[in-house]
């Protein structure tokens, strides 16, 4: 199966930018980069802040590792503004929380 990051590559998916560490750079807003990235058993949404580019500040899993979850997550980044006081859609995980919900992964 193809690889998330060569997926990536081959449909030029904008702006979308590789990261060294497998993440994906998907957008930036004045404070902050909207990122996701591979975790063990998922994709995660991560909002990082500038300033600190090695940490988040905010986080939302997205049930399972494979392209069609890499694909919602990546829909979801390119959809959510990325302010304090909203959230991306379909997450199943708040990283930070710690809340669940349960939502359909397909």
Request: charged fraction near 30%.
């Amino acid at each position: 199966m193809m690889e998330a990051k060569e997926f990536a590559q081959r449909m030029k998916l904008g702006d979308i930018i590789p990261q060294e560490d497998g993440s994906f750079r998907v957008k930036e807003t004045a404070t902050h980069y909207i990122d996701v990235v591979p975790m063990i058993y998922n994709w995660r949404l991560c909002r990082t802040p500038k300033d600190r580019p090695m940490t988040y500040d905010r986080g939302w899993c997205y049930r399972g590792t494979g392209l069609s979850t890499f694909l919602k997550a990546i829909g979801e980044a390119m959809a959510w503004d990325g302010a304090d006081d909203t959230e991306p859609a379909g997450w199943i995980k708040n990283a930070l929380t710690g809340e669940h919900r349960d939502v359909d992964s397909s």
